[in-house]
């Protein structure tokens, strides 16, 4: 049966499935088979249309996944931009290293981190994946194979990072490393009685450990509102060196035909999780894969959300409209009858990204995730998206499948350098609604005047 190439949203697919093509091994561009352009795919793990190219063809770039070098004196891994994550994991933790930054998948491509510029649970300590990038090899269809890092076409680097897979095909990645004397993590839970509580901790949090996240009942009301856990990490001094995940605890083996995360049973979820905390902090010593990556161990978790899939808000918003502004979005939620599975709210530092486009920059981030009931759902992301911006703030582009260009606009005032550097040859079905719609209009008003 032919790959299908979702994203992990699960938009559905055209009923022929969409085209693609293998990354080629040489060094030459692939040809694009029509005016509908290419786009440079990873494994898929994108919540919207980042990764998706309907009416043109996706280059699988999951062939090209080699380990071509690792300098253990130096902590610098060289390897092509199809490798997974956890390939790299499992290569350099027996050495005393680790991922600098790592998302909450272990399945992301080497590139697909580059080109998404992801951040994890210790952005106010490392900062994006991307700043971690020493040099990269871009492909072009107009200006052939380019070397790129902060001296070296340096336009180019910024705009790769962060940069959606649209300035051409990366083709192998230099990345520093993080030493660590274990992958084994010394996990530490405080409880919270309510959002108050998690805006008064957050910050020492982050001053104290390499990781800090935090999990939240976005469905309790009153002086419960925005209770949780607030889950904090470091490397544990003795630990897990292999570098390996544990096999899945189950796999869902179908979808739903109504999803099981809303109503009652979510109410009961939260419950259940929230009192799962004995005490008010408890500190124990946990898998490095069950901290980073809980939903890994669920193989196909995304089925849960029945067969319209999932829709995903990921916002950040300036550290002083934090508390304001967060409290909006999760009462905007309940306002609209629908609740967050699995809702996560971080604080990212002032560590700048490299990147043109980068999603992270000083403030609070806000993960909520819901069931697609159709258009209920979608005018309940229109208005995160309005309190998001009316508070000075920007919705992650590869969370999404349907904001509006003027939103995103707001979001990445400085989309246009992005567009100039695109190569032409390389679009996807987001930058087409977004980006592009806006340049349309712009001409339009342009030819009118």
């Not at 490798?83 to 790592?102: C, K, M, Y």
């Not at 996560?344 to 043109?356: E, H, I, M, Q, Y």
């Not at 920007?394 to 707001?410: C, G, I, L, Q, T």
């Amino acid at each position: 049966m032919p790959e299908l190439y979702e994203n992990w949203g699960r938009m559905p697919p055209p009923p022929e499935g969409r085209r693609a093509i293998e990354a080629p091994q040489a060094a030459v561009f692939p040809v694009a088979p029509n005016e509908a352009g290419l786009l440079p795919r990873g494994n898929g793990r994108s919540y919207g249309d980042t990764c998706l190219n309907e009416t043109g063809v996706l280059v699988d770039m999951r062939v090209r996944n080699r380990i071509l070098s690792l300098d253990l004196q130096e902590g610098v891994i060289e390897a092509e931009a199809g490798v997974l994550l956890h390939e790299i994991t499992e290569r350099i933790a027996p050495h005393g290293w680790f991922l600098p930054v790592t998302p909450g998948t272990q399945f992301v491509t080497l590139g697909g981190a580059l080109a998404n510029d992801v951040h994890g649970k210790n952005h106010h300590r490392r900062g994006s994946f991307g700043a971690w990038v020493e040099a990269f090899t871009l492909m072009r269809s107009d200006l052939g194979t380019l070397v790129c890092s902060r001296t070296q076409n340096a336009d180019v680097f910024a705009a790769t990072i962060g940069g959606l897979g649209l300035t051409g095909i990366v083709t192998r990645v230099r990345l520093r490393l993080l030493a660590v004397p274990s992958l084994t993590i010394c996990e530490t839970t405080h409880r919270l009685s309510c959002l108050d509580d998690y805006f008064a901790r957050a910050a020492e949090a982050d001053e104290r450990h390499e990781y800090a996240v935090a999990w939240i009942d976005q469905l309790a009301r009153g002086a419960r509102f925005g209770r949780g856990h607030l889950i904090c990490g470091d490397h544990a001094g003795k630990g897990d060196h292999t570098g390996r995940a544990r096999r899945p605890l189950f796999s869902v083996p179908f979808t739903p035909p109504v999803s099981p995360l809303r109503g009652v049973a979510l109410k009961a979820f939260n419950e259940l999780n929230f009192r799962k905390l004995r005490r008010a902090e408890v500190t124990r010593n946990v898998p490095f894969d069950g901290f980073f990556y809980p939903l890994d161990r669920i193989g196909g978790w995304n089925r849960l959300y029945g067969p319209q899939g999932l829709r995903q808000h990921q916002s950040v918003v300036p550290e002083e409209m934090g508390r304001q502004a967060v409290r909006a979005l999760m009462e905007c939620a309940v306002a609209h009858g629908q609740g967050s599975f699995l809702t996560v709210l971080k604080r990212f530092g002032d560590l700048p990204s490299p990147g043109l486009l980068s999603f992270p920059r000083r403030g609070y981030t806000l993960t909520l995730d819901f069931p697609n009931r159709g258009a209920p759902t979608l005018a309940l992301m229109d208005e995160l998206d309005r309190i998001t911006i009316e508070a000075g703030g920007a919705v992650n582009p590869y969370k999404d499948a349907r904001m509006s260009p003027e939103v995103f606009a707001a979001s990445f005032p400085r989309w246009r350098r992005l567009e100039a550097m695109r190569d032409p040859a390389i679009v996807s079905d987001f930058w087409r609604r977004t980006a592009l719609r806006l340049d349309a209009g712009r001409q339009h008003f342009g030819a009118a005047a």
